[in-house]
């Protein structure tokens, strides 16, 4: 059982081997989409960390704003060194409920994060804001910024835990690259214009 995605030829052609080292396509490409699953590469950097069965967050192009929970199902046993790409791992995340692989299409192109820790009500900061050294810009009571050196723990893409350096509450700077922006200046609010209408 599967769905026949593509047929190459026509009826009345033949069919032979692929030379060696010159691919050919297939005859007929079958889909089997009753066990849909997330294929991608990781970096070799983080593959040490990676264990099957850890969970897993997959989102979809095709479905933004969601997230879908999975598992990592397969770890490839061996690192791609494709030339002018990073060494990576290949891995496999199927996903926990079967009703959403019902509604999914096969070649749907989807990102995957492997979830290796997890910190409950930890103080954390957009990971963006950090600078070399784990250093922040911090908005202080004077109203400069002020340089700061952070401790961290886990991390990932998006946000950074904060172990010791800022207090909840404390406002940084969360684009530090943008020119201009240093130790000590004064931090200036831009307002935003409003418009008025008059009755005449």
């Given at each position: 059982d599967g769905?026949?995605?593509?047929?190459?030829?026509?009826?009345g052609e033949y069919l032979t081997p692929s030379p060696p080292g010159i691919p050919t396509l297939p005859a007929v490409d079958l889909i089997d989409d009753s066990c849909l699953y997330?294929?991608?590469?990781?970096?070799?950097?983080?593959?040490?960390?990676?264990?099957?069965?850890?969970?897993?967050?997959?989102?979809?192009?095709?479905y933004r704003g969601r997230h879908f929970e999975g598992k990592l199902r397969r770890i490839a046993p061996y690192v791609?060194?494709?030339?002018?790409?990073?060494?990576?791992?290949?891995?496999?995340?199927?996903?926990?409920?079967?009703?959403?692989?019902?509604?999914?299409?096969?070649?749907?192109?989807?990102d995957v994060e492997i979830v290796t820790d997890a910190r409950d009500h930890a103080l954390r900061i957009p990971t963006a804001a950090l600078t070399t050294g784990n250093r922040v810009l911090v908005l202080n009571a004077a109203g400069r910024l002020e340089a700061r050196k952070l401790d961290t723990g886990i991390s990932n893409a998006e946000f950074t835990e904060v172990t010791a350096g800022l207090k909840r509450g404390e406002r940084v700077v969360t684009s530090p690259e943008r020119i201009g922006l240093q130790d000590g200046i004064a931090a200036v609010e831009e307002k935003q214009p409003t418009v008025e209408t008059r009755a005449k």
């Open positions: 769905v026949v995605a593509e047929v190459n030829g026509e009826i997330v294929s991608a590469p990781i970096d070799e950097i983080d593959a040490a960390r990676l264990q099957v069965g850890m969970p897993a967050r997959v989102t979809l192009d095709a791609l060194a494709l030339e002018k790409q990073a060494r990576t791992v290949d891995v496999e995340v199927q996903f926990d409920s079967p009703d959403i692989v019902r509604h999914l299409l096969v070649g749907y192109s989807a």
